[in-house]
């Protein structure tokens, strides 16, 4: 059979314009077995020459096919490509990636999770695929955090597969992942396992590569957040579980003092908060974060952040004159001085979280421009989601560590509607619907709807996109989480579903219904309230719900476990299905008897339930985060304390 040469011209060589070249070779070589590509850079565009061109608006048009506001920030792009001749443009390098892969898209590739075997690529003439299109986000923020235990090669995956769903951002907390890669590596929560020693100096290794992948895709790096208020006082934020009860004294004048005491919150430094009224603390702050940044070049944005943990700010008399956030605001404010003078021009994100939800009574960011505001509702429900011109609801005053937080999202959202007047800056969402919420969805559905109507909702309450602090191996049963999150954040006026409908297709082919209409029942069924911990423990119609999940599962399951697919990413999805179902079964029976009163049914399924993944760990983590789940069942029901 001929041949069917592909020649694609690129302007502008850089490393990500090389990778967009070289990805855009690689996937029409699968697709097309009959193809044969070569990839050439050229100084600026020859029309005359046939074949695939990209690269950025300037280079093709006098005027953009799609105005931006900001074209390093903003992603668009314009694709028009026929029999394998055209242009591929965007507004920026990331985006350019982004355009390939939405090519390839077009040809119907779906990247439903991270790695090569989460990948559905079709087989056809290259020559047959067709494109015009023109698109533009609609968010500015779209990124991941990262969060759990995680290998590198996770977080390496995540990576690679953020510019093919058209996530712009990745944010590693932290000064270093160490506190994410040490849960993996020892594998202390496995008895099954035998991990290993694992240092900081491996770990800054490991980040620095990261970063370096980050950097090759154009992605927007974000930096840090956790640390400040304790690093610049020479004392490590990590681990998360160190505690440390003797405070050095040449720093103890620094911490918050509480009840009377300046000491380390419950022995956690990187939980402590300081003594921000003191001139001499913020400079300390200011002085490490100037260094750090005139050291660290590829920061896009630096997270400044006060210390974790409620109720926990100082109380001495300087302290109680005015509330966290005039401190923090003075602390900001200061910072942005210093950074001018050095001629520092990274952006610094500062979070509206737990007690800096009350705005300031007295000091005003000077800078807006400086600043992007992160809205973070930790103590919010997931029964709802953000909806605009919502009534106004009265806040509670602040009271200095006596504060009850906001649960429902009418009171989360009358605090940031607050902040929305004092800061006319830009702002985005920080959320958790992935940190915790999706262990109390087993079918994954529920918690997807949710996503879906925040994220729409994102520009109506004044936030342009979200970064998702979440487990990086969220994927099991499926991805459509995290794929819901990547398509309404690129496009808020797509349906629900549509993407329902490209998603399940995708992973499950010709029996896409079937398995959609499985987990999005096993979701309604299921008793999220109780598994969380909300309920009484003996519940008669808890239990009945879980009874009624088991006999889903096992009428599911009886389906499910004669299919195999000969495409490998289909395949997986089945596979994987097939795993969630034994999970999902002893999960269910352990609730079931613990909502029956029979305890000793119930640790023995949570037993039954934890040797499971504990044995096929190997198969499913880089799905599935075997520590959190357990570790947040445990957290919601005191499992291991019966």
């Known amino acids: 059979m001929k041949d069917n040469i592909v020649r694609i011209y690129g302007i502008g060589e850089n490393p990500t314009h090389s990778l967009a070249a070289e990805e855009l070779k690689r996937y029409i070589q699968i697709i097309d077995k009959n193809s044969r590509v070569f990839i050439e850079f050229k100084n600026e565009y020859e029309p005359s020459l046939k074949g695939i061109w990209i ?5 093709f048009f006098s005027k953009p096919p799609i105005l931006v506001e900001n074209k390093n920030l903003d992603d668009a792009f314009y694709i028009n490509i026929t029999a394998a001749a055209g242009i ?6 990331r985006a350019l990636l982004m355009a390939v892969y939405k090519y390839l898209q077009s040809a119907g590739c779906r990247f439903i999770r991270p790695g ?10 290259i020559g047959s695929i067709e494109v015009n ?13 990262i969060e759990g235990s995680v290998s590198y090669e996770n977080v390496y995956d995540v990576i690679e597969w953020c510019p093919k769903v058209g996530f712009n951002s990745y944010f590693i907390q932290f000064k270093d992942a160490y506190t994410f890669f040490e849960k993996w590596y020892k594998r202390e929560y496995n008895p099954l396992k035998k991990g290993r020693e694992f240092t900081l100096e491996e770990s800054k290794i490991l980040t620095a590569e990261l970063k370096k992948e980050i950097k090759r895709r154009g992605i927007l790096y974000h930096g840090v957040g956790h640390g400040w208020t304790c690093e610049p006082f020479g004392i490590s934020a990590l681990p998360l579980e160190q505690k440390i009860f003797d405070v050095p004294d040449n720093i103890k004048r620094y911490l918050a003092e509480l009840d009377g005491k300046r000491e380390f919150f419950k022995g956690i430094p990187v939980n402590t908060n300081l003594c921000y009224s003191n001139k001499e603390v913020r400079n300390i702050i200011i002085n490490f974060i100037v260094d750090y940044l005139d050291k660290e070049k590829n920061i896009d944005y630096l997270h400044l952040w006060l210390a974790d943990g409620m109720n926990n700010h100082c109380e001495c008399e300087e302290c109680k ?20 003078n050095k001629g520092i021009n990274t952006k610094i994100v500062f979070l509206i979280y737990v007690d800096l939800l009350w705005k300031p009574i007295k000091e005003k960011i000077k800078n807006s421009d400086r600043f992007i505001m992160m809205f973070a509702p930790i103590t919010r429900e997931f029964k709802d989601s953000f909806k605009a011109g919502e009534d106004s609801i009265e806040l509670n005053p602040y009271n200095r560590n006596k504060l009850e937080y906001p649960k429902s999202i009418k009171e989360n959202l009358g ?9 006319k800056g830009d702002s985005f969402d920080f959320d958790y619907h992935l940190v915790w919420e999706h262990y109390y ?28 602090c979440q487990m990086q191996r969220a994927f099991l049963p499926t991805g459509f989480v995290n794929y819901t999150m990547a398509k309404v954040l690129w496009n808020r006026k797509i349906t629900f579903e549509e993407i329902c409908d490209e998603y399940y297709a995708a992973a499950f082919g010709k029996n896409a219904e079937t398995i959609k209409n499985y987990l999005k029942e096993l979701s309604q069924i299921f008793d999220s309230d109780y598994a969380r911990g909300e309920k009484g423990e003996i519940d008669k119609i808890a239990a009945s719900r879980f009874k009624q999940a088991i006999d889903l599962i096992h009428l599911n399951m009886r389906f499910i476990d004669k299919i195999s697919d000969s495409d490998v990413c289909r395949n997986l999805s089945y596979f994987y299905l097939k795993i969630h179902g034994k999970i999902a079964e002893y999960y269910c029976s352990m609730l079931l008897y613990r909502a029956e009163g029979n305890k000793d049914k119930k640790l023995e399924q949570w037993n039954r339930l934890k040797e499971f993944l504990f044995q096929e760990e190997d198969y499913i983590q880089r ?20």
């Open 55 to 59: 690269g950025l608006f300037d280079y």
């Open 88 to 93: 591929i443009a965007a507004s920026n390098s």
């Open 116 to 125: 090569s075997q989460g990948e559905y690529i079709p087989n056809l003439p």
């Open 133 to 145: 299109i023109k698109e533009k986000a609609s968010y500015r923020f779209r990124g991941i955090c």
């Open 321 to 340: 004159k005015l509330l966290p956030s005039d401190y923090y605001v003075m602390l900001l404010n200061e910072l942005d001085e210093a950074l001018k």
């Open 415 to 423: 605090f940031l509607k607050t902040w929305k007047e004092y800061f």
């Open 441 to 468: 969805d087993p079918g994954y559905y529920r918690i997807a709807e949710i996503m879906y109507k925040d994220v729409v909702n994102l520009k109506d309450i004044g936030l342009n996109g979200m970064i998702s």
């Open 623 to 642: 799905v599935f985060d075997v520590n959190q789940f357990i570790a947040t069942l445990n957290g919601a029901l005191k499992l291991d304390e019966d």
